[in-house]
Each structure stands twice: as structure tokens, then as C-alpha cells.
């Protein structure tokens, strides 16, 4: 089994580093949209400052929304999932590398790079760590969320909309959690961080296997 | 189940989508034996495929020999190749996935993949695909080869080795389900039996 998940998650992070859509896209989308905020706020309503950590937080979500496309896709299309089923590989070692190369590739970059734009935003040091522990805990939040959507709308015609009107519902509680977090680091009260960490767990369980239940419905 | 048998099919009926595609299909696949299955389009003979893969359920009684389980064998219309990967990392993929012993080069020689083994695989043409679904096929070990439409589309010399590749596995003691359009020849191959689906 162990050898078969180092098999797939080199596989899959080969697969990221060359197709550019499947990682740099997002992080691209991610930096865009973080520049884009301030300019397009009226300084004289608010202040860069005090929405620097939502605007972080709703770009990540957006940019973890796009990639989210890619996440089954084209093993589906190009018949590798059924491939895979034939030959008898475990699905959940497909799902997790999935998963897993997932969050390396688009959640860890914003991760790194969240920091040094909240600087860039507020101009002051003082929430970087709590911002980093929270999208440490949010961002595969966002992919565990994401993927059984991602694997419900294979094959539907309108598979772009459908899944962002599916999945960000689920995403509220993490977002909402996540720029409370930030707030209460500041009071040394972590029961927002608590919050997504228990949510973060119950996922790692329940969800890889909703969604190896709903690919293997799929590809009837 | 009779020993030598690789695959005993008992009135397997199949529904997919509310819609019956095909019932009371029954069939004795033995060592060195061929299934061919014919049908027009969109009779189930893909459908009848997936079932004996286990991709899609049935009813009906489906009997493999307890060693040929989970060891599949198909070549489906989809290659399930990834376009962006080069012809070498698939094929060392599917050599370490399938745990492949054999002789890994006598497979590259084969289908003369050396010149081609640095490519991506998105730039090679519909053949030499189809040529990479065949080395595959050839490391997964499965007795039982279903093969849909193997030969449609491919020149004739790929179609020989293809051909060839095939004989000599009901050769060595396998079988194969293949479904085509076209009349397939097969050389040296006595046990053949032919099922229509409608």
C-alpha cells in the first residue's frame, strides 16, 4: 500500500509541476486577485487593514474553487480511473494522492505566500502567525471539502457552475471559522483553531471515502 | 465450474441507467479460447465488457478461476493514458503498479517504443497509443484479455503485431473477449466461439 501511494504521488506531483493549468493557475488566480483588492477599495470607507485577513481568506477559497476543476478530470476522461478500477488499485490510494498533491500544490502556496501579502495589505507583522496557522488548517479543509463534488460533477455538461454552487455552501463554516481564528490568536483563545482542526479530522475520515463511493458510482 | 475453465458466464443480464442492455448472456471461456462478440453500436457489447471487469453491476452468475481474480486485463475505447507523461515514465509506472517481472525490453522492442520513450505522449499518434495500451496490457498479467475494438483504426503492420500479441497469449494458456466490427483472424487459434448481442 505504501509503496503504491509513492507510486501515485509521484505520478501526480510530476503530473502538477508539468501541466501548468493544474497548479500555477490557481496560484496565479490567488495572486491576482490579492492584487486587485486594493485597488478596487474607496480608502475613505475602509481601511486596507482591517480587511486585509478576509480578503486573504476569499481569495483562497477562489483559487482552491478553480483548481478544484482539475482534480479528477482528466483521469476520467481519458479512461485512467476506469483503468485503474479494472486493475484492481485501491481507489483510496488514488483518492489520497489526489488529495494530498492537491493541498502541496495549491494549498501550501498560498499558505507561504499569505504572510508576506498580509504585510503587503496592513503593513504590520502582528497577525502573520495566526494567519498561517489558520489557512494551515483551512486550506486542506478546502480540498477534502471540494473533492466529493469534485467527483459528483464528472461527466455533467455544466460541470463549472455546478460545482462552485455546490461546494461553496460547505466552504462557509471554514472561511467563517478561519478569519475568526485570526482575531481570536490575538486573545490567546484558540477555539476557532480547535474548530477547524475537528472539522479537518472529521474529514480526513468520512470524506476520501465519499468520494471513492461516488467515483465508483461514476464510472457505471 | 469445470477446472480448465478461465470463465464460466451464466445468463448475466445487465442495466444500466433503468434501460436493459443485454440478457441471458452465457458463455465458457477455456485456456487458449476467444470470445468474439458482435452486436451493432450501442447493442452492450462494451457494456457486456464492463460487467466482466467488474465495473458495472449485473445479475446472472459470473465464475472466475479464484487466481485469475483481480487481475484485470482491458483495452477499452478510452486509452487511459496521461497526455502531459512521456512514454518511459508510463511505462516504468505500469511495470512497478503491476509488479512486472519479465522481460520489460523484449515489450519496448516489441512495439519498437526506444525511439519514442522520451515523448510525451500527448504528441504520439492514435497507433502508437494504442501500442502503449497493449505494453500495459502485457505487464498486468491477467489470463483473461478483454479487448474492445482492438484492431479499428490501425494500420496493418500494427495490426499484425497486435494479432500476434494476442495469439501468443491464448498460447500461453489465456483467453481472450474481444468485440470488433471487423473479421479479426487469428492464427493457430481453434477454440473460438462467436455471441451476439442486440
Known amino acids: 500500500m505504501i509503496r503504491l501511494f509513492f507510486l501515485f504521488f509521484s505520478r501526480e506531483s510530476k503530473g502538477y509541476l508539468i501541466n501548468t493549468n493544474k497548479s500555477w493557475f490557481a496560484l496565479a488566480f490567488f495572486l491576482l486577485c490579492i492584487l486587485i483588492f486594493p485597488l478596487a477599495l474607496d480608502k475613505s470607507y475602509v481601511s486596507l487593514d482591517e480587511i486585509s485577513i478576509s480578503s486573504i481568506w476569499i481569495c483562497a477559497l477562489f483559487a482552491n474553487l478553480i483548481s478544484l476543476d482539475s482534480l479528477f478530470k482528466e483521469d476520467f476522461e481519458n479512461g485512467s480511473l476506469l483503468q485503474y478500477h479494472v486493475s484492481n488499485i485501491p481507489f483510496s490510494i488514488i483518492v489520497t494522492t489526489k488529495v494530498f498533491c492537491h493541498w502541496i500544490f495549491t494549498g501550501i502556496p498560498i499558505i507561504l505566500l499569505a504572510p508576506l501579502f498580509l504585510i503587503f495589505l496592513s503593513g504590520s507583522y502582528e497577525d502573520v502567525l495566526a494567519l498561517f496557522f489558520s489557512l494551515l488548517l483551512g486550506t486542506p479543509l478546502f480540498s477534502l471539502l471540494g473533492m466529493p ?72 | 465450474m469445470r477446472k ?107 512495439f519498437d517504443l526506444k525511439k519514442i520513450l522520451n515523448t510525451p505522449i500527448g504528441f504520439l499518434s492514435f497507433g502508437q497509443k494504442k501500442k502503449l495500451c497493449f505494453s500495459r496490457l502485457q505487464m498486468t498479467k491477467s489470463k483473461i484479455w478483454l479487448l474492445d475494438e482492438p484492431v479499428s483504426g490501425l494500420d496493418k503492420k500494427t495490426k499484425i503485431l497486435i494479432l500476434k500479441l494476442i495469439t501468443n497469449h491464448l498460447e500461453s494458456g489465456g483467453g481472450a473477449i474481444i468485440t470488433s466490427h471487423q473479421p479479426i483472424k487469428l492464427n493457430k487459434s481453434k477454440n473460438i466461439t462467436s455471441i451476439r448481442v442486440d
Open chain 1, 149 to 220: 463534488f469534485s467527483a459528483m460533477t464528472l461527466g455533467s455538461s455544466a460541470r463549472a457552475p455546478t460545482l462552485i454552487f455546490l461546494t461553496i455552501p460547505f466552504y462557509l463554516p471554514v472561511i467563517i471559522f478561519g478569519v475568526l481564528s485570526v482575531n481570536s490568536f490575538k486573545n490567546s483563545s484558540f477555539s476557532e483553531y480547535y474548530l477547524l482542526s475537528a472539522i479537518l479530522c472529521i474529514g480526513i475520515i468520512f470524506l476520501p471515502y465519499i468520494t471513492i463511493k461516488i467515483l465508483k458510482e461514476n464510472l457505471k
Open chain 2, 4 to 110: 480448465e475453465l478461465l470463465l464460466e458466464v451464466q445468463r448475466i443480464s445487465c442495466e444500466r441507467n433503468y434501460k436493459l442492455i443485454f440478457e441471458n448472456i452465457s458463455f465458457k471461456l477455456e485456456p487458449g479460447g476467444v470470445i468474439f462478440i458482435n452486436g451493432e453500436n450501442g447493442s452492450g457489447k462494451t457494456s457486456l465488457l464492463l460487467t466482466l471487469s467488474g465495473v458495472l453491476s449485473f445479475s446472472g452468475d459470473v465464475k472466475i478461476k479464484e487466481k485469475n481474480k483481480n487481475k484485470g486485463g482491458y483495452v477499452g475505447h478510452k486509452n487511459a493514458l496521461n497526455e502531459a507523461e512521456t512514454v518511459k515514465d508510463f511505462l516504468y509506472f505500469w511495470k512497478r503498479i503491476s509488479d512486472f517481472k519479465g522481460d520489460f525490453n523484449y515489450i519496448i522492442n516489441y
